[in-house]
């Protein structure tokens, strides 16, 4: 990841999608509008998954084990390092920042439920809705971490469980 930062060369397209991307979001987050979805298109081998790689890496500041942060690492043009340092600032504003990303295969039957699982499992939660919504469930009523630690603790075979 590191080498890609390092190496990723923001330019042409590459900037005009990020600008795009960025200037839509920070226009809509105050505007009471609804934030517009993105779909980054483009033929086989045009750099569609390394634009959202770098984007998602980008947005969430990604901090390496020595601390250095990925916007350090990465050389930004002036509009697009001051794009991300407003989505920062409203990230401290609105509980944080968080990206989500991932691919929905051809072919597949409810997309939705497809969007829901890379959402899920992007903030640590059980890919399929069933379960999903059962730790959700848990999380609402205080069980959670207590369900968690006793099953942890029966997987590592810390105490003997009946299933």
Request: glycine fraction near 10%.
């Amino acid at each position: 990841m590191r080498y890609e930062l390092d190496t990723f060369v923001c330019d042409g397209e590459y900037e005009k999608g990020l600008d795009k991307i960025l200037n839509t979001f920070l226009t809509n987050l105050d505007s009471g509008n609804e934030q517009p979805g993105v779909w980054i298109s483009g033929f086989y081998g045009s750099g569609k998954s390394h634009l959202a790689k770098m984007l998602r890496t980008l947005w969430v500041d990604y901090t390496f084990s020595d601390g250095t942060s990925s916007r350090n690492i990465a050389k930004l043009p002036t509009e697009i390092n001051e794009h991300f340092i407003e989505i920062t600032n409203q990230g401290k504003r609105y509980g944080g920042l968080h990206a989500a990303s991932g691919t929905i295969g051809a072919g597949t039957e409810n997309v939705r439920l497809a969007l829901l699982s890379i959402v899920f499992k992007s903030t640590g939660l059980p890919e399929q809705y069933h379960l999903a919504r059962f730790a959700l469930w848990l999380k609402s009523e205080g069980y959670y971490d207590k369900v968690k630690q006793q099953l942890e603790r029966c997987f590592t075979k810390e105490i003997h469980c009946n299933y």
